[in-house]
């Protein structure tokens, strides 16, 4: 068997094969998100400070931006069967080491290993679905992934107030981590028995991961990311940080530009951005999305349930019907993606900028009795506008790239949307605490989703560029 290779003949499993990978994919997308309602229980349970606690939800994003482009390119020499067993054995075993962590400095560790194996599990996804499929088809299979995506995040904190209802406050956040485990080892013999490996002959043998690159590339993501995390903490000195990340960035262009050159074999090939139509732009309406839509969840569940007292299965709910939303539009949009191109993504991003501009409008402006009426129709609309960005950009940024380089490409496309989750969840709290302690909850809660709103702004102005010019 080959690993999802560019055969003449399309594999007939091959559907079964997505499917697989999308369970994985869901399971680590969802940890994301899940942990955002357990966070009171988190500090409760383990007696300790809110920055502390802050690091179980960061440190996961973190690592997962950390180790995605690399988990993209060792997929592309290895084989994606192979990362997938490597990636679910340190998922699995990391989520019971947070699960049964006996203080907070070992839950924050375990979540940092969980991220890093994410890392390595999720480019895999977009890596099969570029070898496995082709044409209107592998839309399709980026459409289902976009769902899987938009699902996840919405229902990760519905799932995370069912399991600390169920099982109490004090405990229940460990089943969080917990149920990965289980879920895990059936995924591992599901991956094993159904996901083709590449044959020994075809491996990249030869080729030995750029470890210079890797570093370079680690360090400029860190440069960007450990700031946010810190902030978000309430510790500024890291932002000093961020002056390191321009130099790292153009030290690591010029590393692969030098690989590429002399024949080597690169970690990204950073001439995808430039010859590759449609990647550039996709890249740009990626990271500016999640900057945005990110901070959406994070300050909705913390207002409902501190502000408004509601517990955190309610919180939940009140965020479900965005995962509504999005199982709507996610298919379709890659159904139709083929036809209308970047217009897909430019009505999404007004659709659901509408919806957020109601949300911020009317959740405010009123009280609990009347909360449920105004807040899931709101909520709904979002996740209408939601459903329909991931999938159309994924597949029309990855569109052109070669197979060879679809596991790196879709890391890096990856990496800019979770650098733009960590930086929007910490400006849209920070925003939301300045603004709380100055006027008021419903100002704050409006305050920072019109934030959101500005950078949901501008991937809009990006899309619409991106559609005057067809790619």
């Known amino acids: 068997m080959t690993d999802g290779v560019e055969e003449e003949q399309p594999r007939p499993d091959r559907w079964r094969i997505l499917a697989v990978s999308l369970v994985i994919g869901f399971m680590a997308l969802l940890d994301v998100t899940i942990v955002n309602v357990a966070i009171p229980s988190i500090q409760a349970g383990l007696h300790t400070s809110a920055a502390t606690v802050q690091w179980v939800v960061s440190g996961y994003a973190l690592a997962f931006g950390l180790t995605l482009v690399t988990g993209g390119r060792l997929g592309d020499a290895y084989g994606r069967r192979t990362m997938m067993l490597i990636g679910l054995a340190g998922f699995i075993v990391s989520s019971a080491g947070v699960g049964l962590a006996p203080s907070a400095l070992w839950v924050v560790v375990g979540r940092l290993l969980q991220g890093a194996s994410a890392g390595l599990l999720t480019p895999q996804n977009s890596g099969l679905i570029q070898q496995l499929f082709r044409g209107r088809e592998r839309a399709r299979a980026f459409g289902v ?17 069912l399991i600390i209802a169920a099982l109490g406050e ?17 995924a591992m013999v599901a991956v094993w ?11 990249e043998t030869e080729a030995r991961l750029d470890l210079t690159g890797a570093a370079l590339l680690g360090a400029a993501v860190l440069c ?22 321009v130099p790292l ?40 999305y999640f ?36 199982a709507i539009t996610a298919p379709l949009s890659g159904r139709v993606v083929s036809d209308w191109h970047r217009r897909v993504t430019v009505v999404a ?25 105004a807040a899931v129709p709101a909520t709904l609309l979002a996740g209408l506008g939601g459903g329909g960005v991931v999938s159309p950009n994924m597949t029309l940024s990855l569109d052109e790239v070669p197979p060879r380089m679809g596991g790196a490409a879709g890391g890096a496309l990856q990496t800019g949307q979770r650098i733009g989750a960590s930086i929007g969840a910490a400006l849209s709290m920070t925003v ?19 934030t959101g709103m500005v950078l949901l702004t501008a991937a809009l102005v990006v899309a619409v560029r991106a559609a005057s010019t067809r790619h």
């Not at 309430?234 to 940080?241: A, E, S, V």
């Not at 300050?299 to 408004?308: A, I, K, T």
């Not at 991003?349 to 949300?359: D, E, K, P, S, T």
């Open 349 to 373: 991003i007004a659709v659901m900028m509408a919806g957020v501009l109601l949300v911020a409008l009317v959740v405010p402006a009123v009280g609990t009795d009347a909360l449920w009426l």
């Open 432 to 450: 939301y605490q300045l603004t709380l302690s100055a006027v008021g909850g419903g100002a704050a809660l409006r305050a920072a989703l019109l």
């Open 193 to 203: 028995r159904m996901v083709p490996q590449r044959p020994r002959e075809r491996r």
């Open 291 to 326: 900057t945005g839509f990110t901070g959406f969840f994070l300050v909705l569940s913390v207002y409902y349930q501190d502000e408004l007292g509601l517990s955190a299965l309610q919180a939940g709910l009140l965020l479900c019907p965005f995962a509504v939303g999005s």
């Open 145 to 161: 992934f976009g769902l899987v995506v938009s699902i996840s995040s919405a229902t990760g904190p519905v799932l995370g107030g």
């Open 224 to 245: 960007v990311l450990l700031p946010t995390v810190a902030v978000e903490g309430g510790d500024p000195r890291p932002l000093l940080l961020l002056l390191g990340a």
């Open 170 to 186: 004090e405990h229940g956040w460990r089943y969080i981590f917990l149920v990965n485990v289980p879920i895990g080892l059936a």
């Open 249 to 288: 960035g153009w030290l690591f262009v010029r590393r692969e530009q030098g690989l590429v050159r002399r024949g080597g074999a690169p970690l990204l090939d950073i001439g995808l951005l430039r010859r590759t139509p449609g990647y550039a732009n996709g890249v740009a309406v990626g990271a500016l």
